[in-house]
Each structure stands twice: as C-alpha cells, then as structure tokens.
C-alpha cells in the first residue's frame, strides 16, 4: 500500500525572500551569541555577577539566548507563512 504526498509540491516563489530574511536573523542572533562570548573572555567576572532572582549573568545570558532563539523561529515562521502565502497563492 503506497501513498502520495500529503500535500502538493511545487515551486516555492517565497523562497528567495525566505532565505534572505533567515540569513538576517542568523546574523542578528550571532552578534547577540557575539556579545555573550565577549563577555566571557574579555570580562569574565562579570559572568559571576548576580543580576535577576539570585542567577548569575552567564546563566541568565545563557537562558535568554535559548529563549531569544526560540522567539526568533517563530518569527521567521511567522514571516515566512506571510510570504507563501501571498507570493504562492496563484499555484492553488
């Protein structure tokens, strides 16, 4: 017993924009990392510092840039299914 495609393929005319738009935020999100890393060599006892509910900043920093990421896959995913969907709505 052999299925098909759940869903029709095509050609995908949001693609290009999709990959620009992933390629900003991978920057974006890198010179964030960028500043974590800094800190940690350059300053690193600063790492040591409490700042928020007895964390320190490397913890806090640490959980941000998860937190950071995340927010930022949905905004692509948000983004994204904007695009194909006015930019591919002549294939349906």
């Known amino acids: 017993m ?3 495609p759940a869903a029709k393929l095509g050609v ?4 290009k ?3 620009k738009l992933g390629v900003i935020l991978f ?4 010179l964030v990392y960028a500043g974590f890393v800094v800190i940690g060599v350059v300053n690193y006892e600063l790492m040591g510092k409490i ?7 490397a913890v806090v920093y640490g ?3 998860i937190i950071f990421a ?3 896959g949905l905004i692509y995913n ?5 695009y194909e969907n006015s930019m591919n709505k002549e294939d349906k």
């Open 17 to 19: 924009k999709k990959s």
């Open 12 to 15: 995908d005319h949001a693609s």
């Open 78 to 82: 948000a983004i994204c299914t904007n």
């Open 70 to 72: 995340i927010v930022l």
């Open 27 to 30: 920057i974006f999100y890198s």
């Open 2 to 4: 052999e299925h098909g």
């Open 51 to 57: 700042i928020f509910a007895g964390q320190n900043l």
């Open 63 to 65: 959980f941000g840039l």
